[in-house]
């Protein structure tokens, strides 16, 4: 074992998602705001998120945010966006785009498993690629309908992006993303999004659907996907209370 990797082990699990997406944020925040397709991005998200969420003005509750990109287009769509995650360095590159919106989002430090917001505060709770990476994912969407009000939304993005394990991956997780971390999240190495659809479900939400994003694949397909990562199609799965 390295010496990072003792130091490491020192840390709790999600402590240790937290460093590894700190490390991250420069370069993940780099490739969303890549020129060649942001207009485009813009556009096909702006579209995804109109058709998950009633009419604006809502609010809306982004957990784990990340960089802000889905806050940022909820906010641009005129609902009142507040998001919340545990990296230090995603948040600030969320505050720096923030910084520079009229009427955007608020960022705040959270935990996506426990938000710290009184019940019924959030017409909708939205994630972004936070899923596969989210420990006790049954208990967090719980909370996330605790915070609802009456009708309200759950809206989640992801995919299956490691159905073959994280060690078969070109990503770098060996220093963060140890045997102690991989334990605690369930959906990382999901092989359908039926299991995703199966959370909420479980959770009392109805209506749970879970939609092809096509539209985002179809970008991908142009444009090419992130790094270490393969093209495949990725889903909004969305339910009511």
């Known amino acids: 074992m390295s010496k990072r990797q003792r130091a490491n082990h020192q840390l709790s699990a999600q402590d240790r998602i937290n460093a590894y997406w700190t490390g991250r944020a ?7 705001q890549r020129p060649d397709r942001l207009a485009d991005d813009r556009r ?13 003005p809502l609010d809306v509750l982004d957990v784990g945010t990340g960089t802000g990109q889905a806050a940022l287009v909820l906010a641009g ?30 960022f705040r430090r959270g935990d ?3 938000p710290d917001f009184p019940a019924a505060s959030f017409d909708a709770v939205v994630s972004r690629y936070l899923m596969w990476t989210l420990r006790e994912p049954a208990t967090a969407v719980a909370n996330w309908i605790r915070l609802l009000r009456p009708g ?14 994280l060690d078969n991956t070109a990503e770098n997780f060996a220093d963060h993303y140890d045997s102690e971390v991989r334990a605690a999240l369930p959906l990382a190495t999901a092989t359908s999004i039926d299991q995703t659809v199966a959370v909420l479900e479980q959770a009392g939400l109805t209506r749970v659907t879970a939609t092809p994003l096509t539209s985002i694949f179809e970008l991908d397909r142009r444009f090419g996907v992130a790094p270490n990562h393969e093209h495949q199609m990725q889903y909004l799965v969305s339910g009511r209370v």
């Not at 096909?44 to 604006?56: C, I, R």
């Not at 360095?89 to 720096?96: E, I, K, S, Y």
């Not at 309200?152 to 394990?165: E, K, L, Q």
């Open 112 to 114: 996506a498993v426990h």
């Open 26 to 32: 420069p370069s993940y925040d780099e490739y969303q």
């Open 44 to 56: 096909a998200w702006s579209e995804v998120w109109a058709q998950a969420l009633p009419p604006a």
């Open 152 to 165: 309200g939304t759950v809206a989640v993005v992801d995919s299956t992006w490691f159905p073959h394990g």
């Open 77 to 106: 769509l005129g609902h009142r966006v507040t998001g919340i995650d545990l990296a230090e360095g995603m948040l600030a590159q969320a505050h720096r785009h923030a910084a520079a919106m009229a009427g955007g989002p608020r």
